[in-house]
């Protein structure tokens, strides 16, 4: 038997005409309590809310009974109805290697969720605003990878998910190569939250940019491969230690973790119940 999900592709005016879109999944049924935010990849590298380890941290997270908010970035293909505008744009960002606007973009989504997720009650079924024009079903059933339903171990992520101790929402942030970058950005500006970067691009860009600035010590961790080109495990470990965090290697082929997602998704959740 599966549950019913709440699955709605919203909106967000940024400036001027632009605007940007972001996918939010939740079960029903699930305590109102924690956020899951995730940061998908370079646009030009896979880097949408449909990436293969975005989509199982969205699964997984679902599952684990937190609200789920899949993040895009401005003037992705998905977002530009003129790709040629779209490149430029990205590229001219990656020649200046400024990503200060789409870290801007991706605060002003999390708080217009955060925002909706206050007026959510603490006690009895979501009272999440009516789907908005342009919404669609769930994309993915809330049960486990063989079908089944949800483990005892994920029914017990999502009984602890509720509210903090000022009764604001829980918010961890699960961030996958570029987005790391974006992620480490956002991080100091979001009060208490928490995250955990995947195979951060070490080789590509310069994370000590981001880090000064912060003020994250304690409250990241990192997972890594020990055949990823983009990021390896000594650069990995400088990343950590800079950053005041944890890192771990993972047992998988490269910096794509194509087979290991679930397994993958998996220990993300557990990095956060561990923390």
């Known amino acids: 038997m599966t549950t019913d ?11 001027g005409a632009e605007s940007v879109t972001a996918r939010v ?10 956020l899951l935010v995730l940061f998908p990849p370079h646009p030009s590298l896979g880097g949408d809310a449909e990436n293969n380890v975005i989509r ?18 401005r003037r992705t293909e998905s977002e530009a109805a003129d790709a040629g505008r779209s490149l430029a744009f990205w590229d001219d960002l990656d020649a200046r290697q400024d990503y200060e606007i789409i870290a801007t973009d991706s605060l002003r989504i999390i708080e217009t969720v955060l925002k909706a997720f206050a007026r959510i009650p603490t006690g009895g079924r979501r009272a999440w605003p009516e789907p908005a024009e342009g919404a669609v079903a769930a994309v993915f059933p809330a049960t486990g990878a063989d079908g ?15 509210r903090g101790h000022d009764g604001n929402p829980s918010i961890e942030i699960a961030a996958y190569s570029f987005g790391v ?7 100091g500006r979001l009060g208490p939250a928490r995250l955990v970067g995947i195979s951060p691009p070490l080789m590509e860009h310069d994370f000590s940019a981001v880090l000064p600035a912060a003020g994250i010590t304690g409250r990241v961790a990192f997972i890594g491969t020990a055949g990823d080109p983009f990021c390896p495990p000594d ?12 890192w771990h290697l993972f047992e998988a082929g490269d910096h794509f973790y194509r087979g290991e997602e679930a397994r993958l998704a998996s220990a993300v959740l557990t990095m956060f119940e561990n923390d």
């Open 235 to 246: 650069a990995l470990q400088n990343l950590a230690e800079a950053a005041g965090g944890r």
């Open 5 to 15: 999900l709440h699955d709605e592709l919203i909106r967000i005016p940024l400036d």
């Open 56 to 73: 199982a941290l969205a699964r997984a997270g679902v599952e684990a009974g937190r609200l789920v908010l899949r993040l895009h970035y």
């Open 148 to 162: 089944a339903a949800p483990s005892n171990a994920v029914h017990h992520h999502a009984a602890v998910g509720q």
């Open 25 to 34: 999944t939740c079960r029903e049924d699930a305590p109102p309590g924690r």
């Open 181 to 187: 970058y974006v992620a480490l950005r956002v991080l």
